[in-house]
């Protein structure tokens, strides 16, 4: 039987998504029953869930380690964060992303998609603008900073609450700065389209 709360739990689910750090494509499906119970579907598009949850457990503890490397007040952690990805974490050439997705070079290489994943930035230090962005949201979550990834057809980065104001990391591009500034100086470049946040940002909300 299940008793907590099940939309809001499911909300949370949706929103924290990208916080999975594991190299495996997968999805949860929810089933509830008029009786209250709720079903929980594990799928995976490849791979196994026995191999997503050790990918996802090895990374989560790297990820780990580099966030307790971080001190200071939230804006100085948050600063050094996004200067550890920049300098840790390549944007991978085609032949690498193909390569990292397991994919033949017919097939299109998937840059903001959850194939280019967390994992390969934590664990190869190559990935795309999707798993530099997913990275940086999971180290931030760590530190307790309310954080969000922001995506479009085009791009997947970074946006946090830092001491009271929001601010934009692009660490795939190694620049970051004021949101609204970005957006209307790159327009659909940063054009907010998808976001998933972290469970300090979802939980930060009144």
């Known amino acids: 039987m299940y008793t907590g709360d099940y939309e809001m739990d499911r909300e949370i689910y949706s929103a924290s998504?990208?916080?999975y750090c594991g190299n495996v494509g997968y999805s949860m499906e929810?089933?509830?029953?008029?009786?209250?119970d709720v079903r929980l579907f594990f799928r995976t598009w490849y791979g196994t869930p026995i191999q997503a949850y050790k990918e996802h457990t090895e990374a989560k503890q790297k990820i780990k380690e580099i966030s307790d490397s971080f001190h200071g007040s939230?804006?100085?952690?948050?600063?050094?964060?996004?200067?550890?990805?920049?300098?840790?974490?390549?944007?991978?050439d085609d032949e690498t992303i193909w390569q990292l997705e397991g994919m033949g070079q017919d097939c299109v290489p998937d840059y903001t998609g959850i194939h280019a994943t967390t994992y390969t930035a934590v664990m190869d230090g190559v990935t795309t603008c999707s798993g530099f962005s997913g990275m940086l949201l999971t180290l931030l979550d760590m530190e307790g900073i309310p954080a969000m990834k922001i995506k479009n057809h085009l791009h997947a980065y970074n946006a946090a609450?830092?001491?009271?104001?929001?601010?934009l990391y692009d660490a795939a591009s190694g620049v970051s700065g004021d949101p609204e500034r970005f957006i209307r100086r790159y327009r659909d470049y940063y054009e907010?389209?998808?976001?998933?946040c972290g469970f300090s940002a979802y939980a930060g909300e009144d």
Not at 75 to 81: G, L, M, V
Not at 161 to 167: D, K, Q, T
Not at 192 to 196: D, I, L, R
Request: glycine share 4%; hydrophobic share 35%.
């Open 161 to 167: 609450l830092v001491e009271g104001r929001w601010v």
């Open 30 to 36: 929810y089933e509830r029953y008029p009786n209250g």
């Open 192 to 196: 907010p389209q998808e976001v998933t």
């Open 74 to 92: 939230d804006a100085e952690k948050a600063e050094q964060t996004f200067q550890w990805v920049c300098s840790h974490v390549a944007y991978a």
């Open 17 to 19: 998504r990208d916080l």
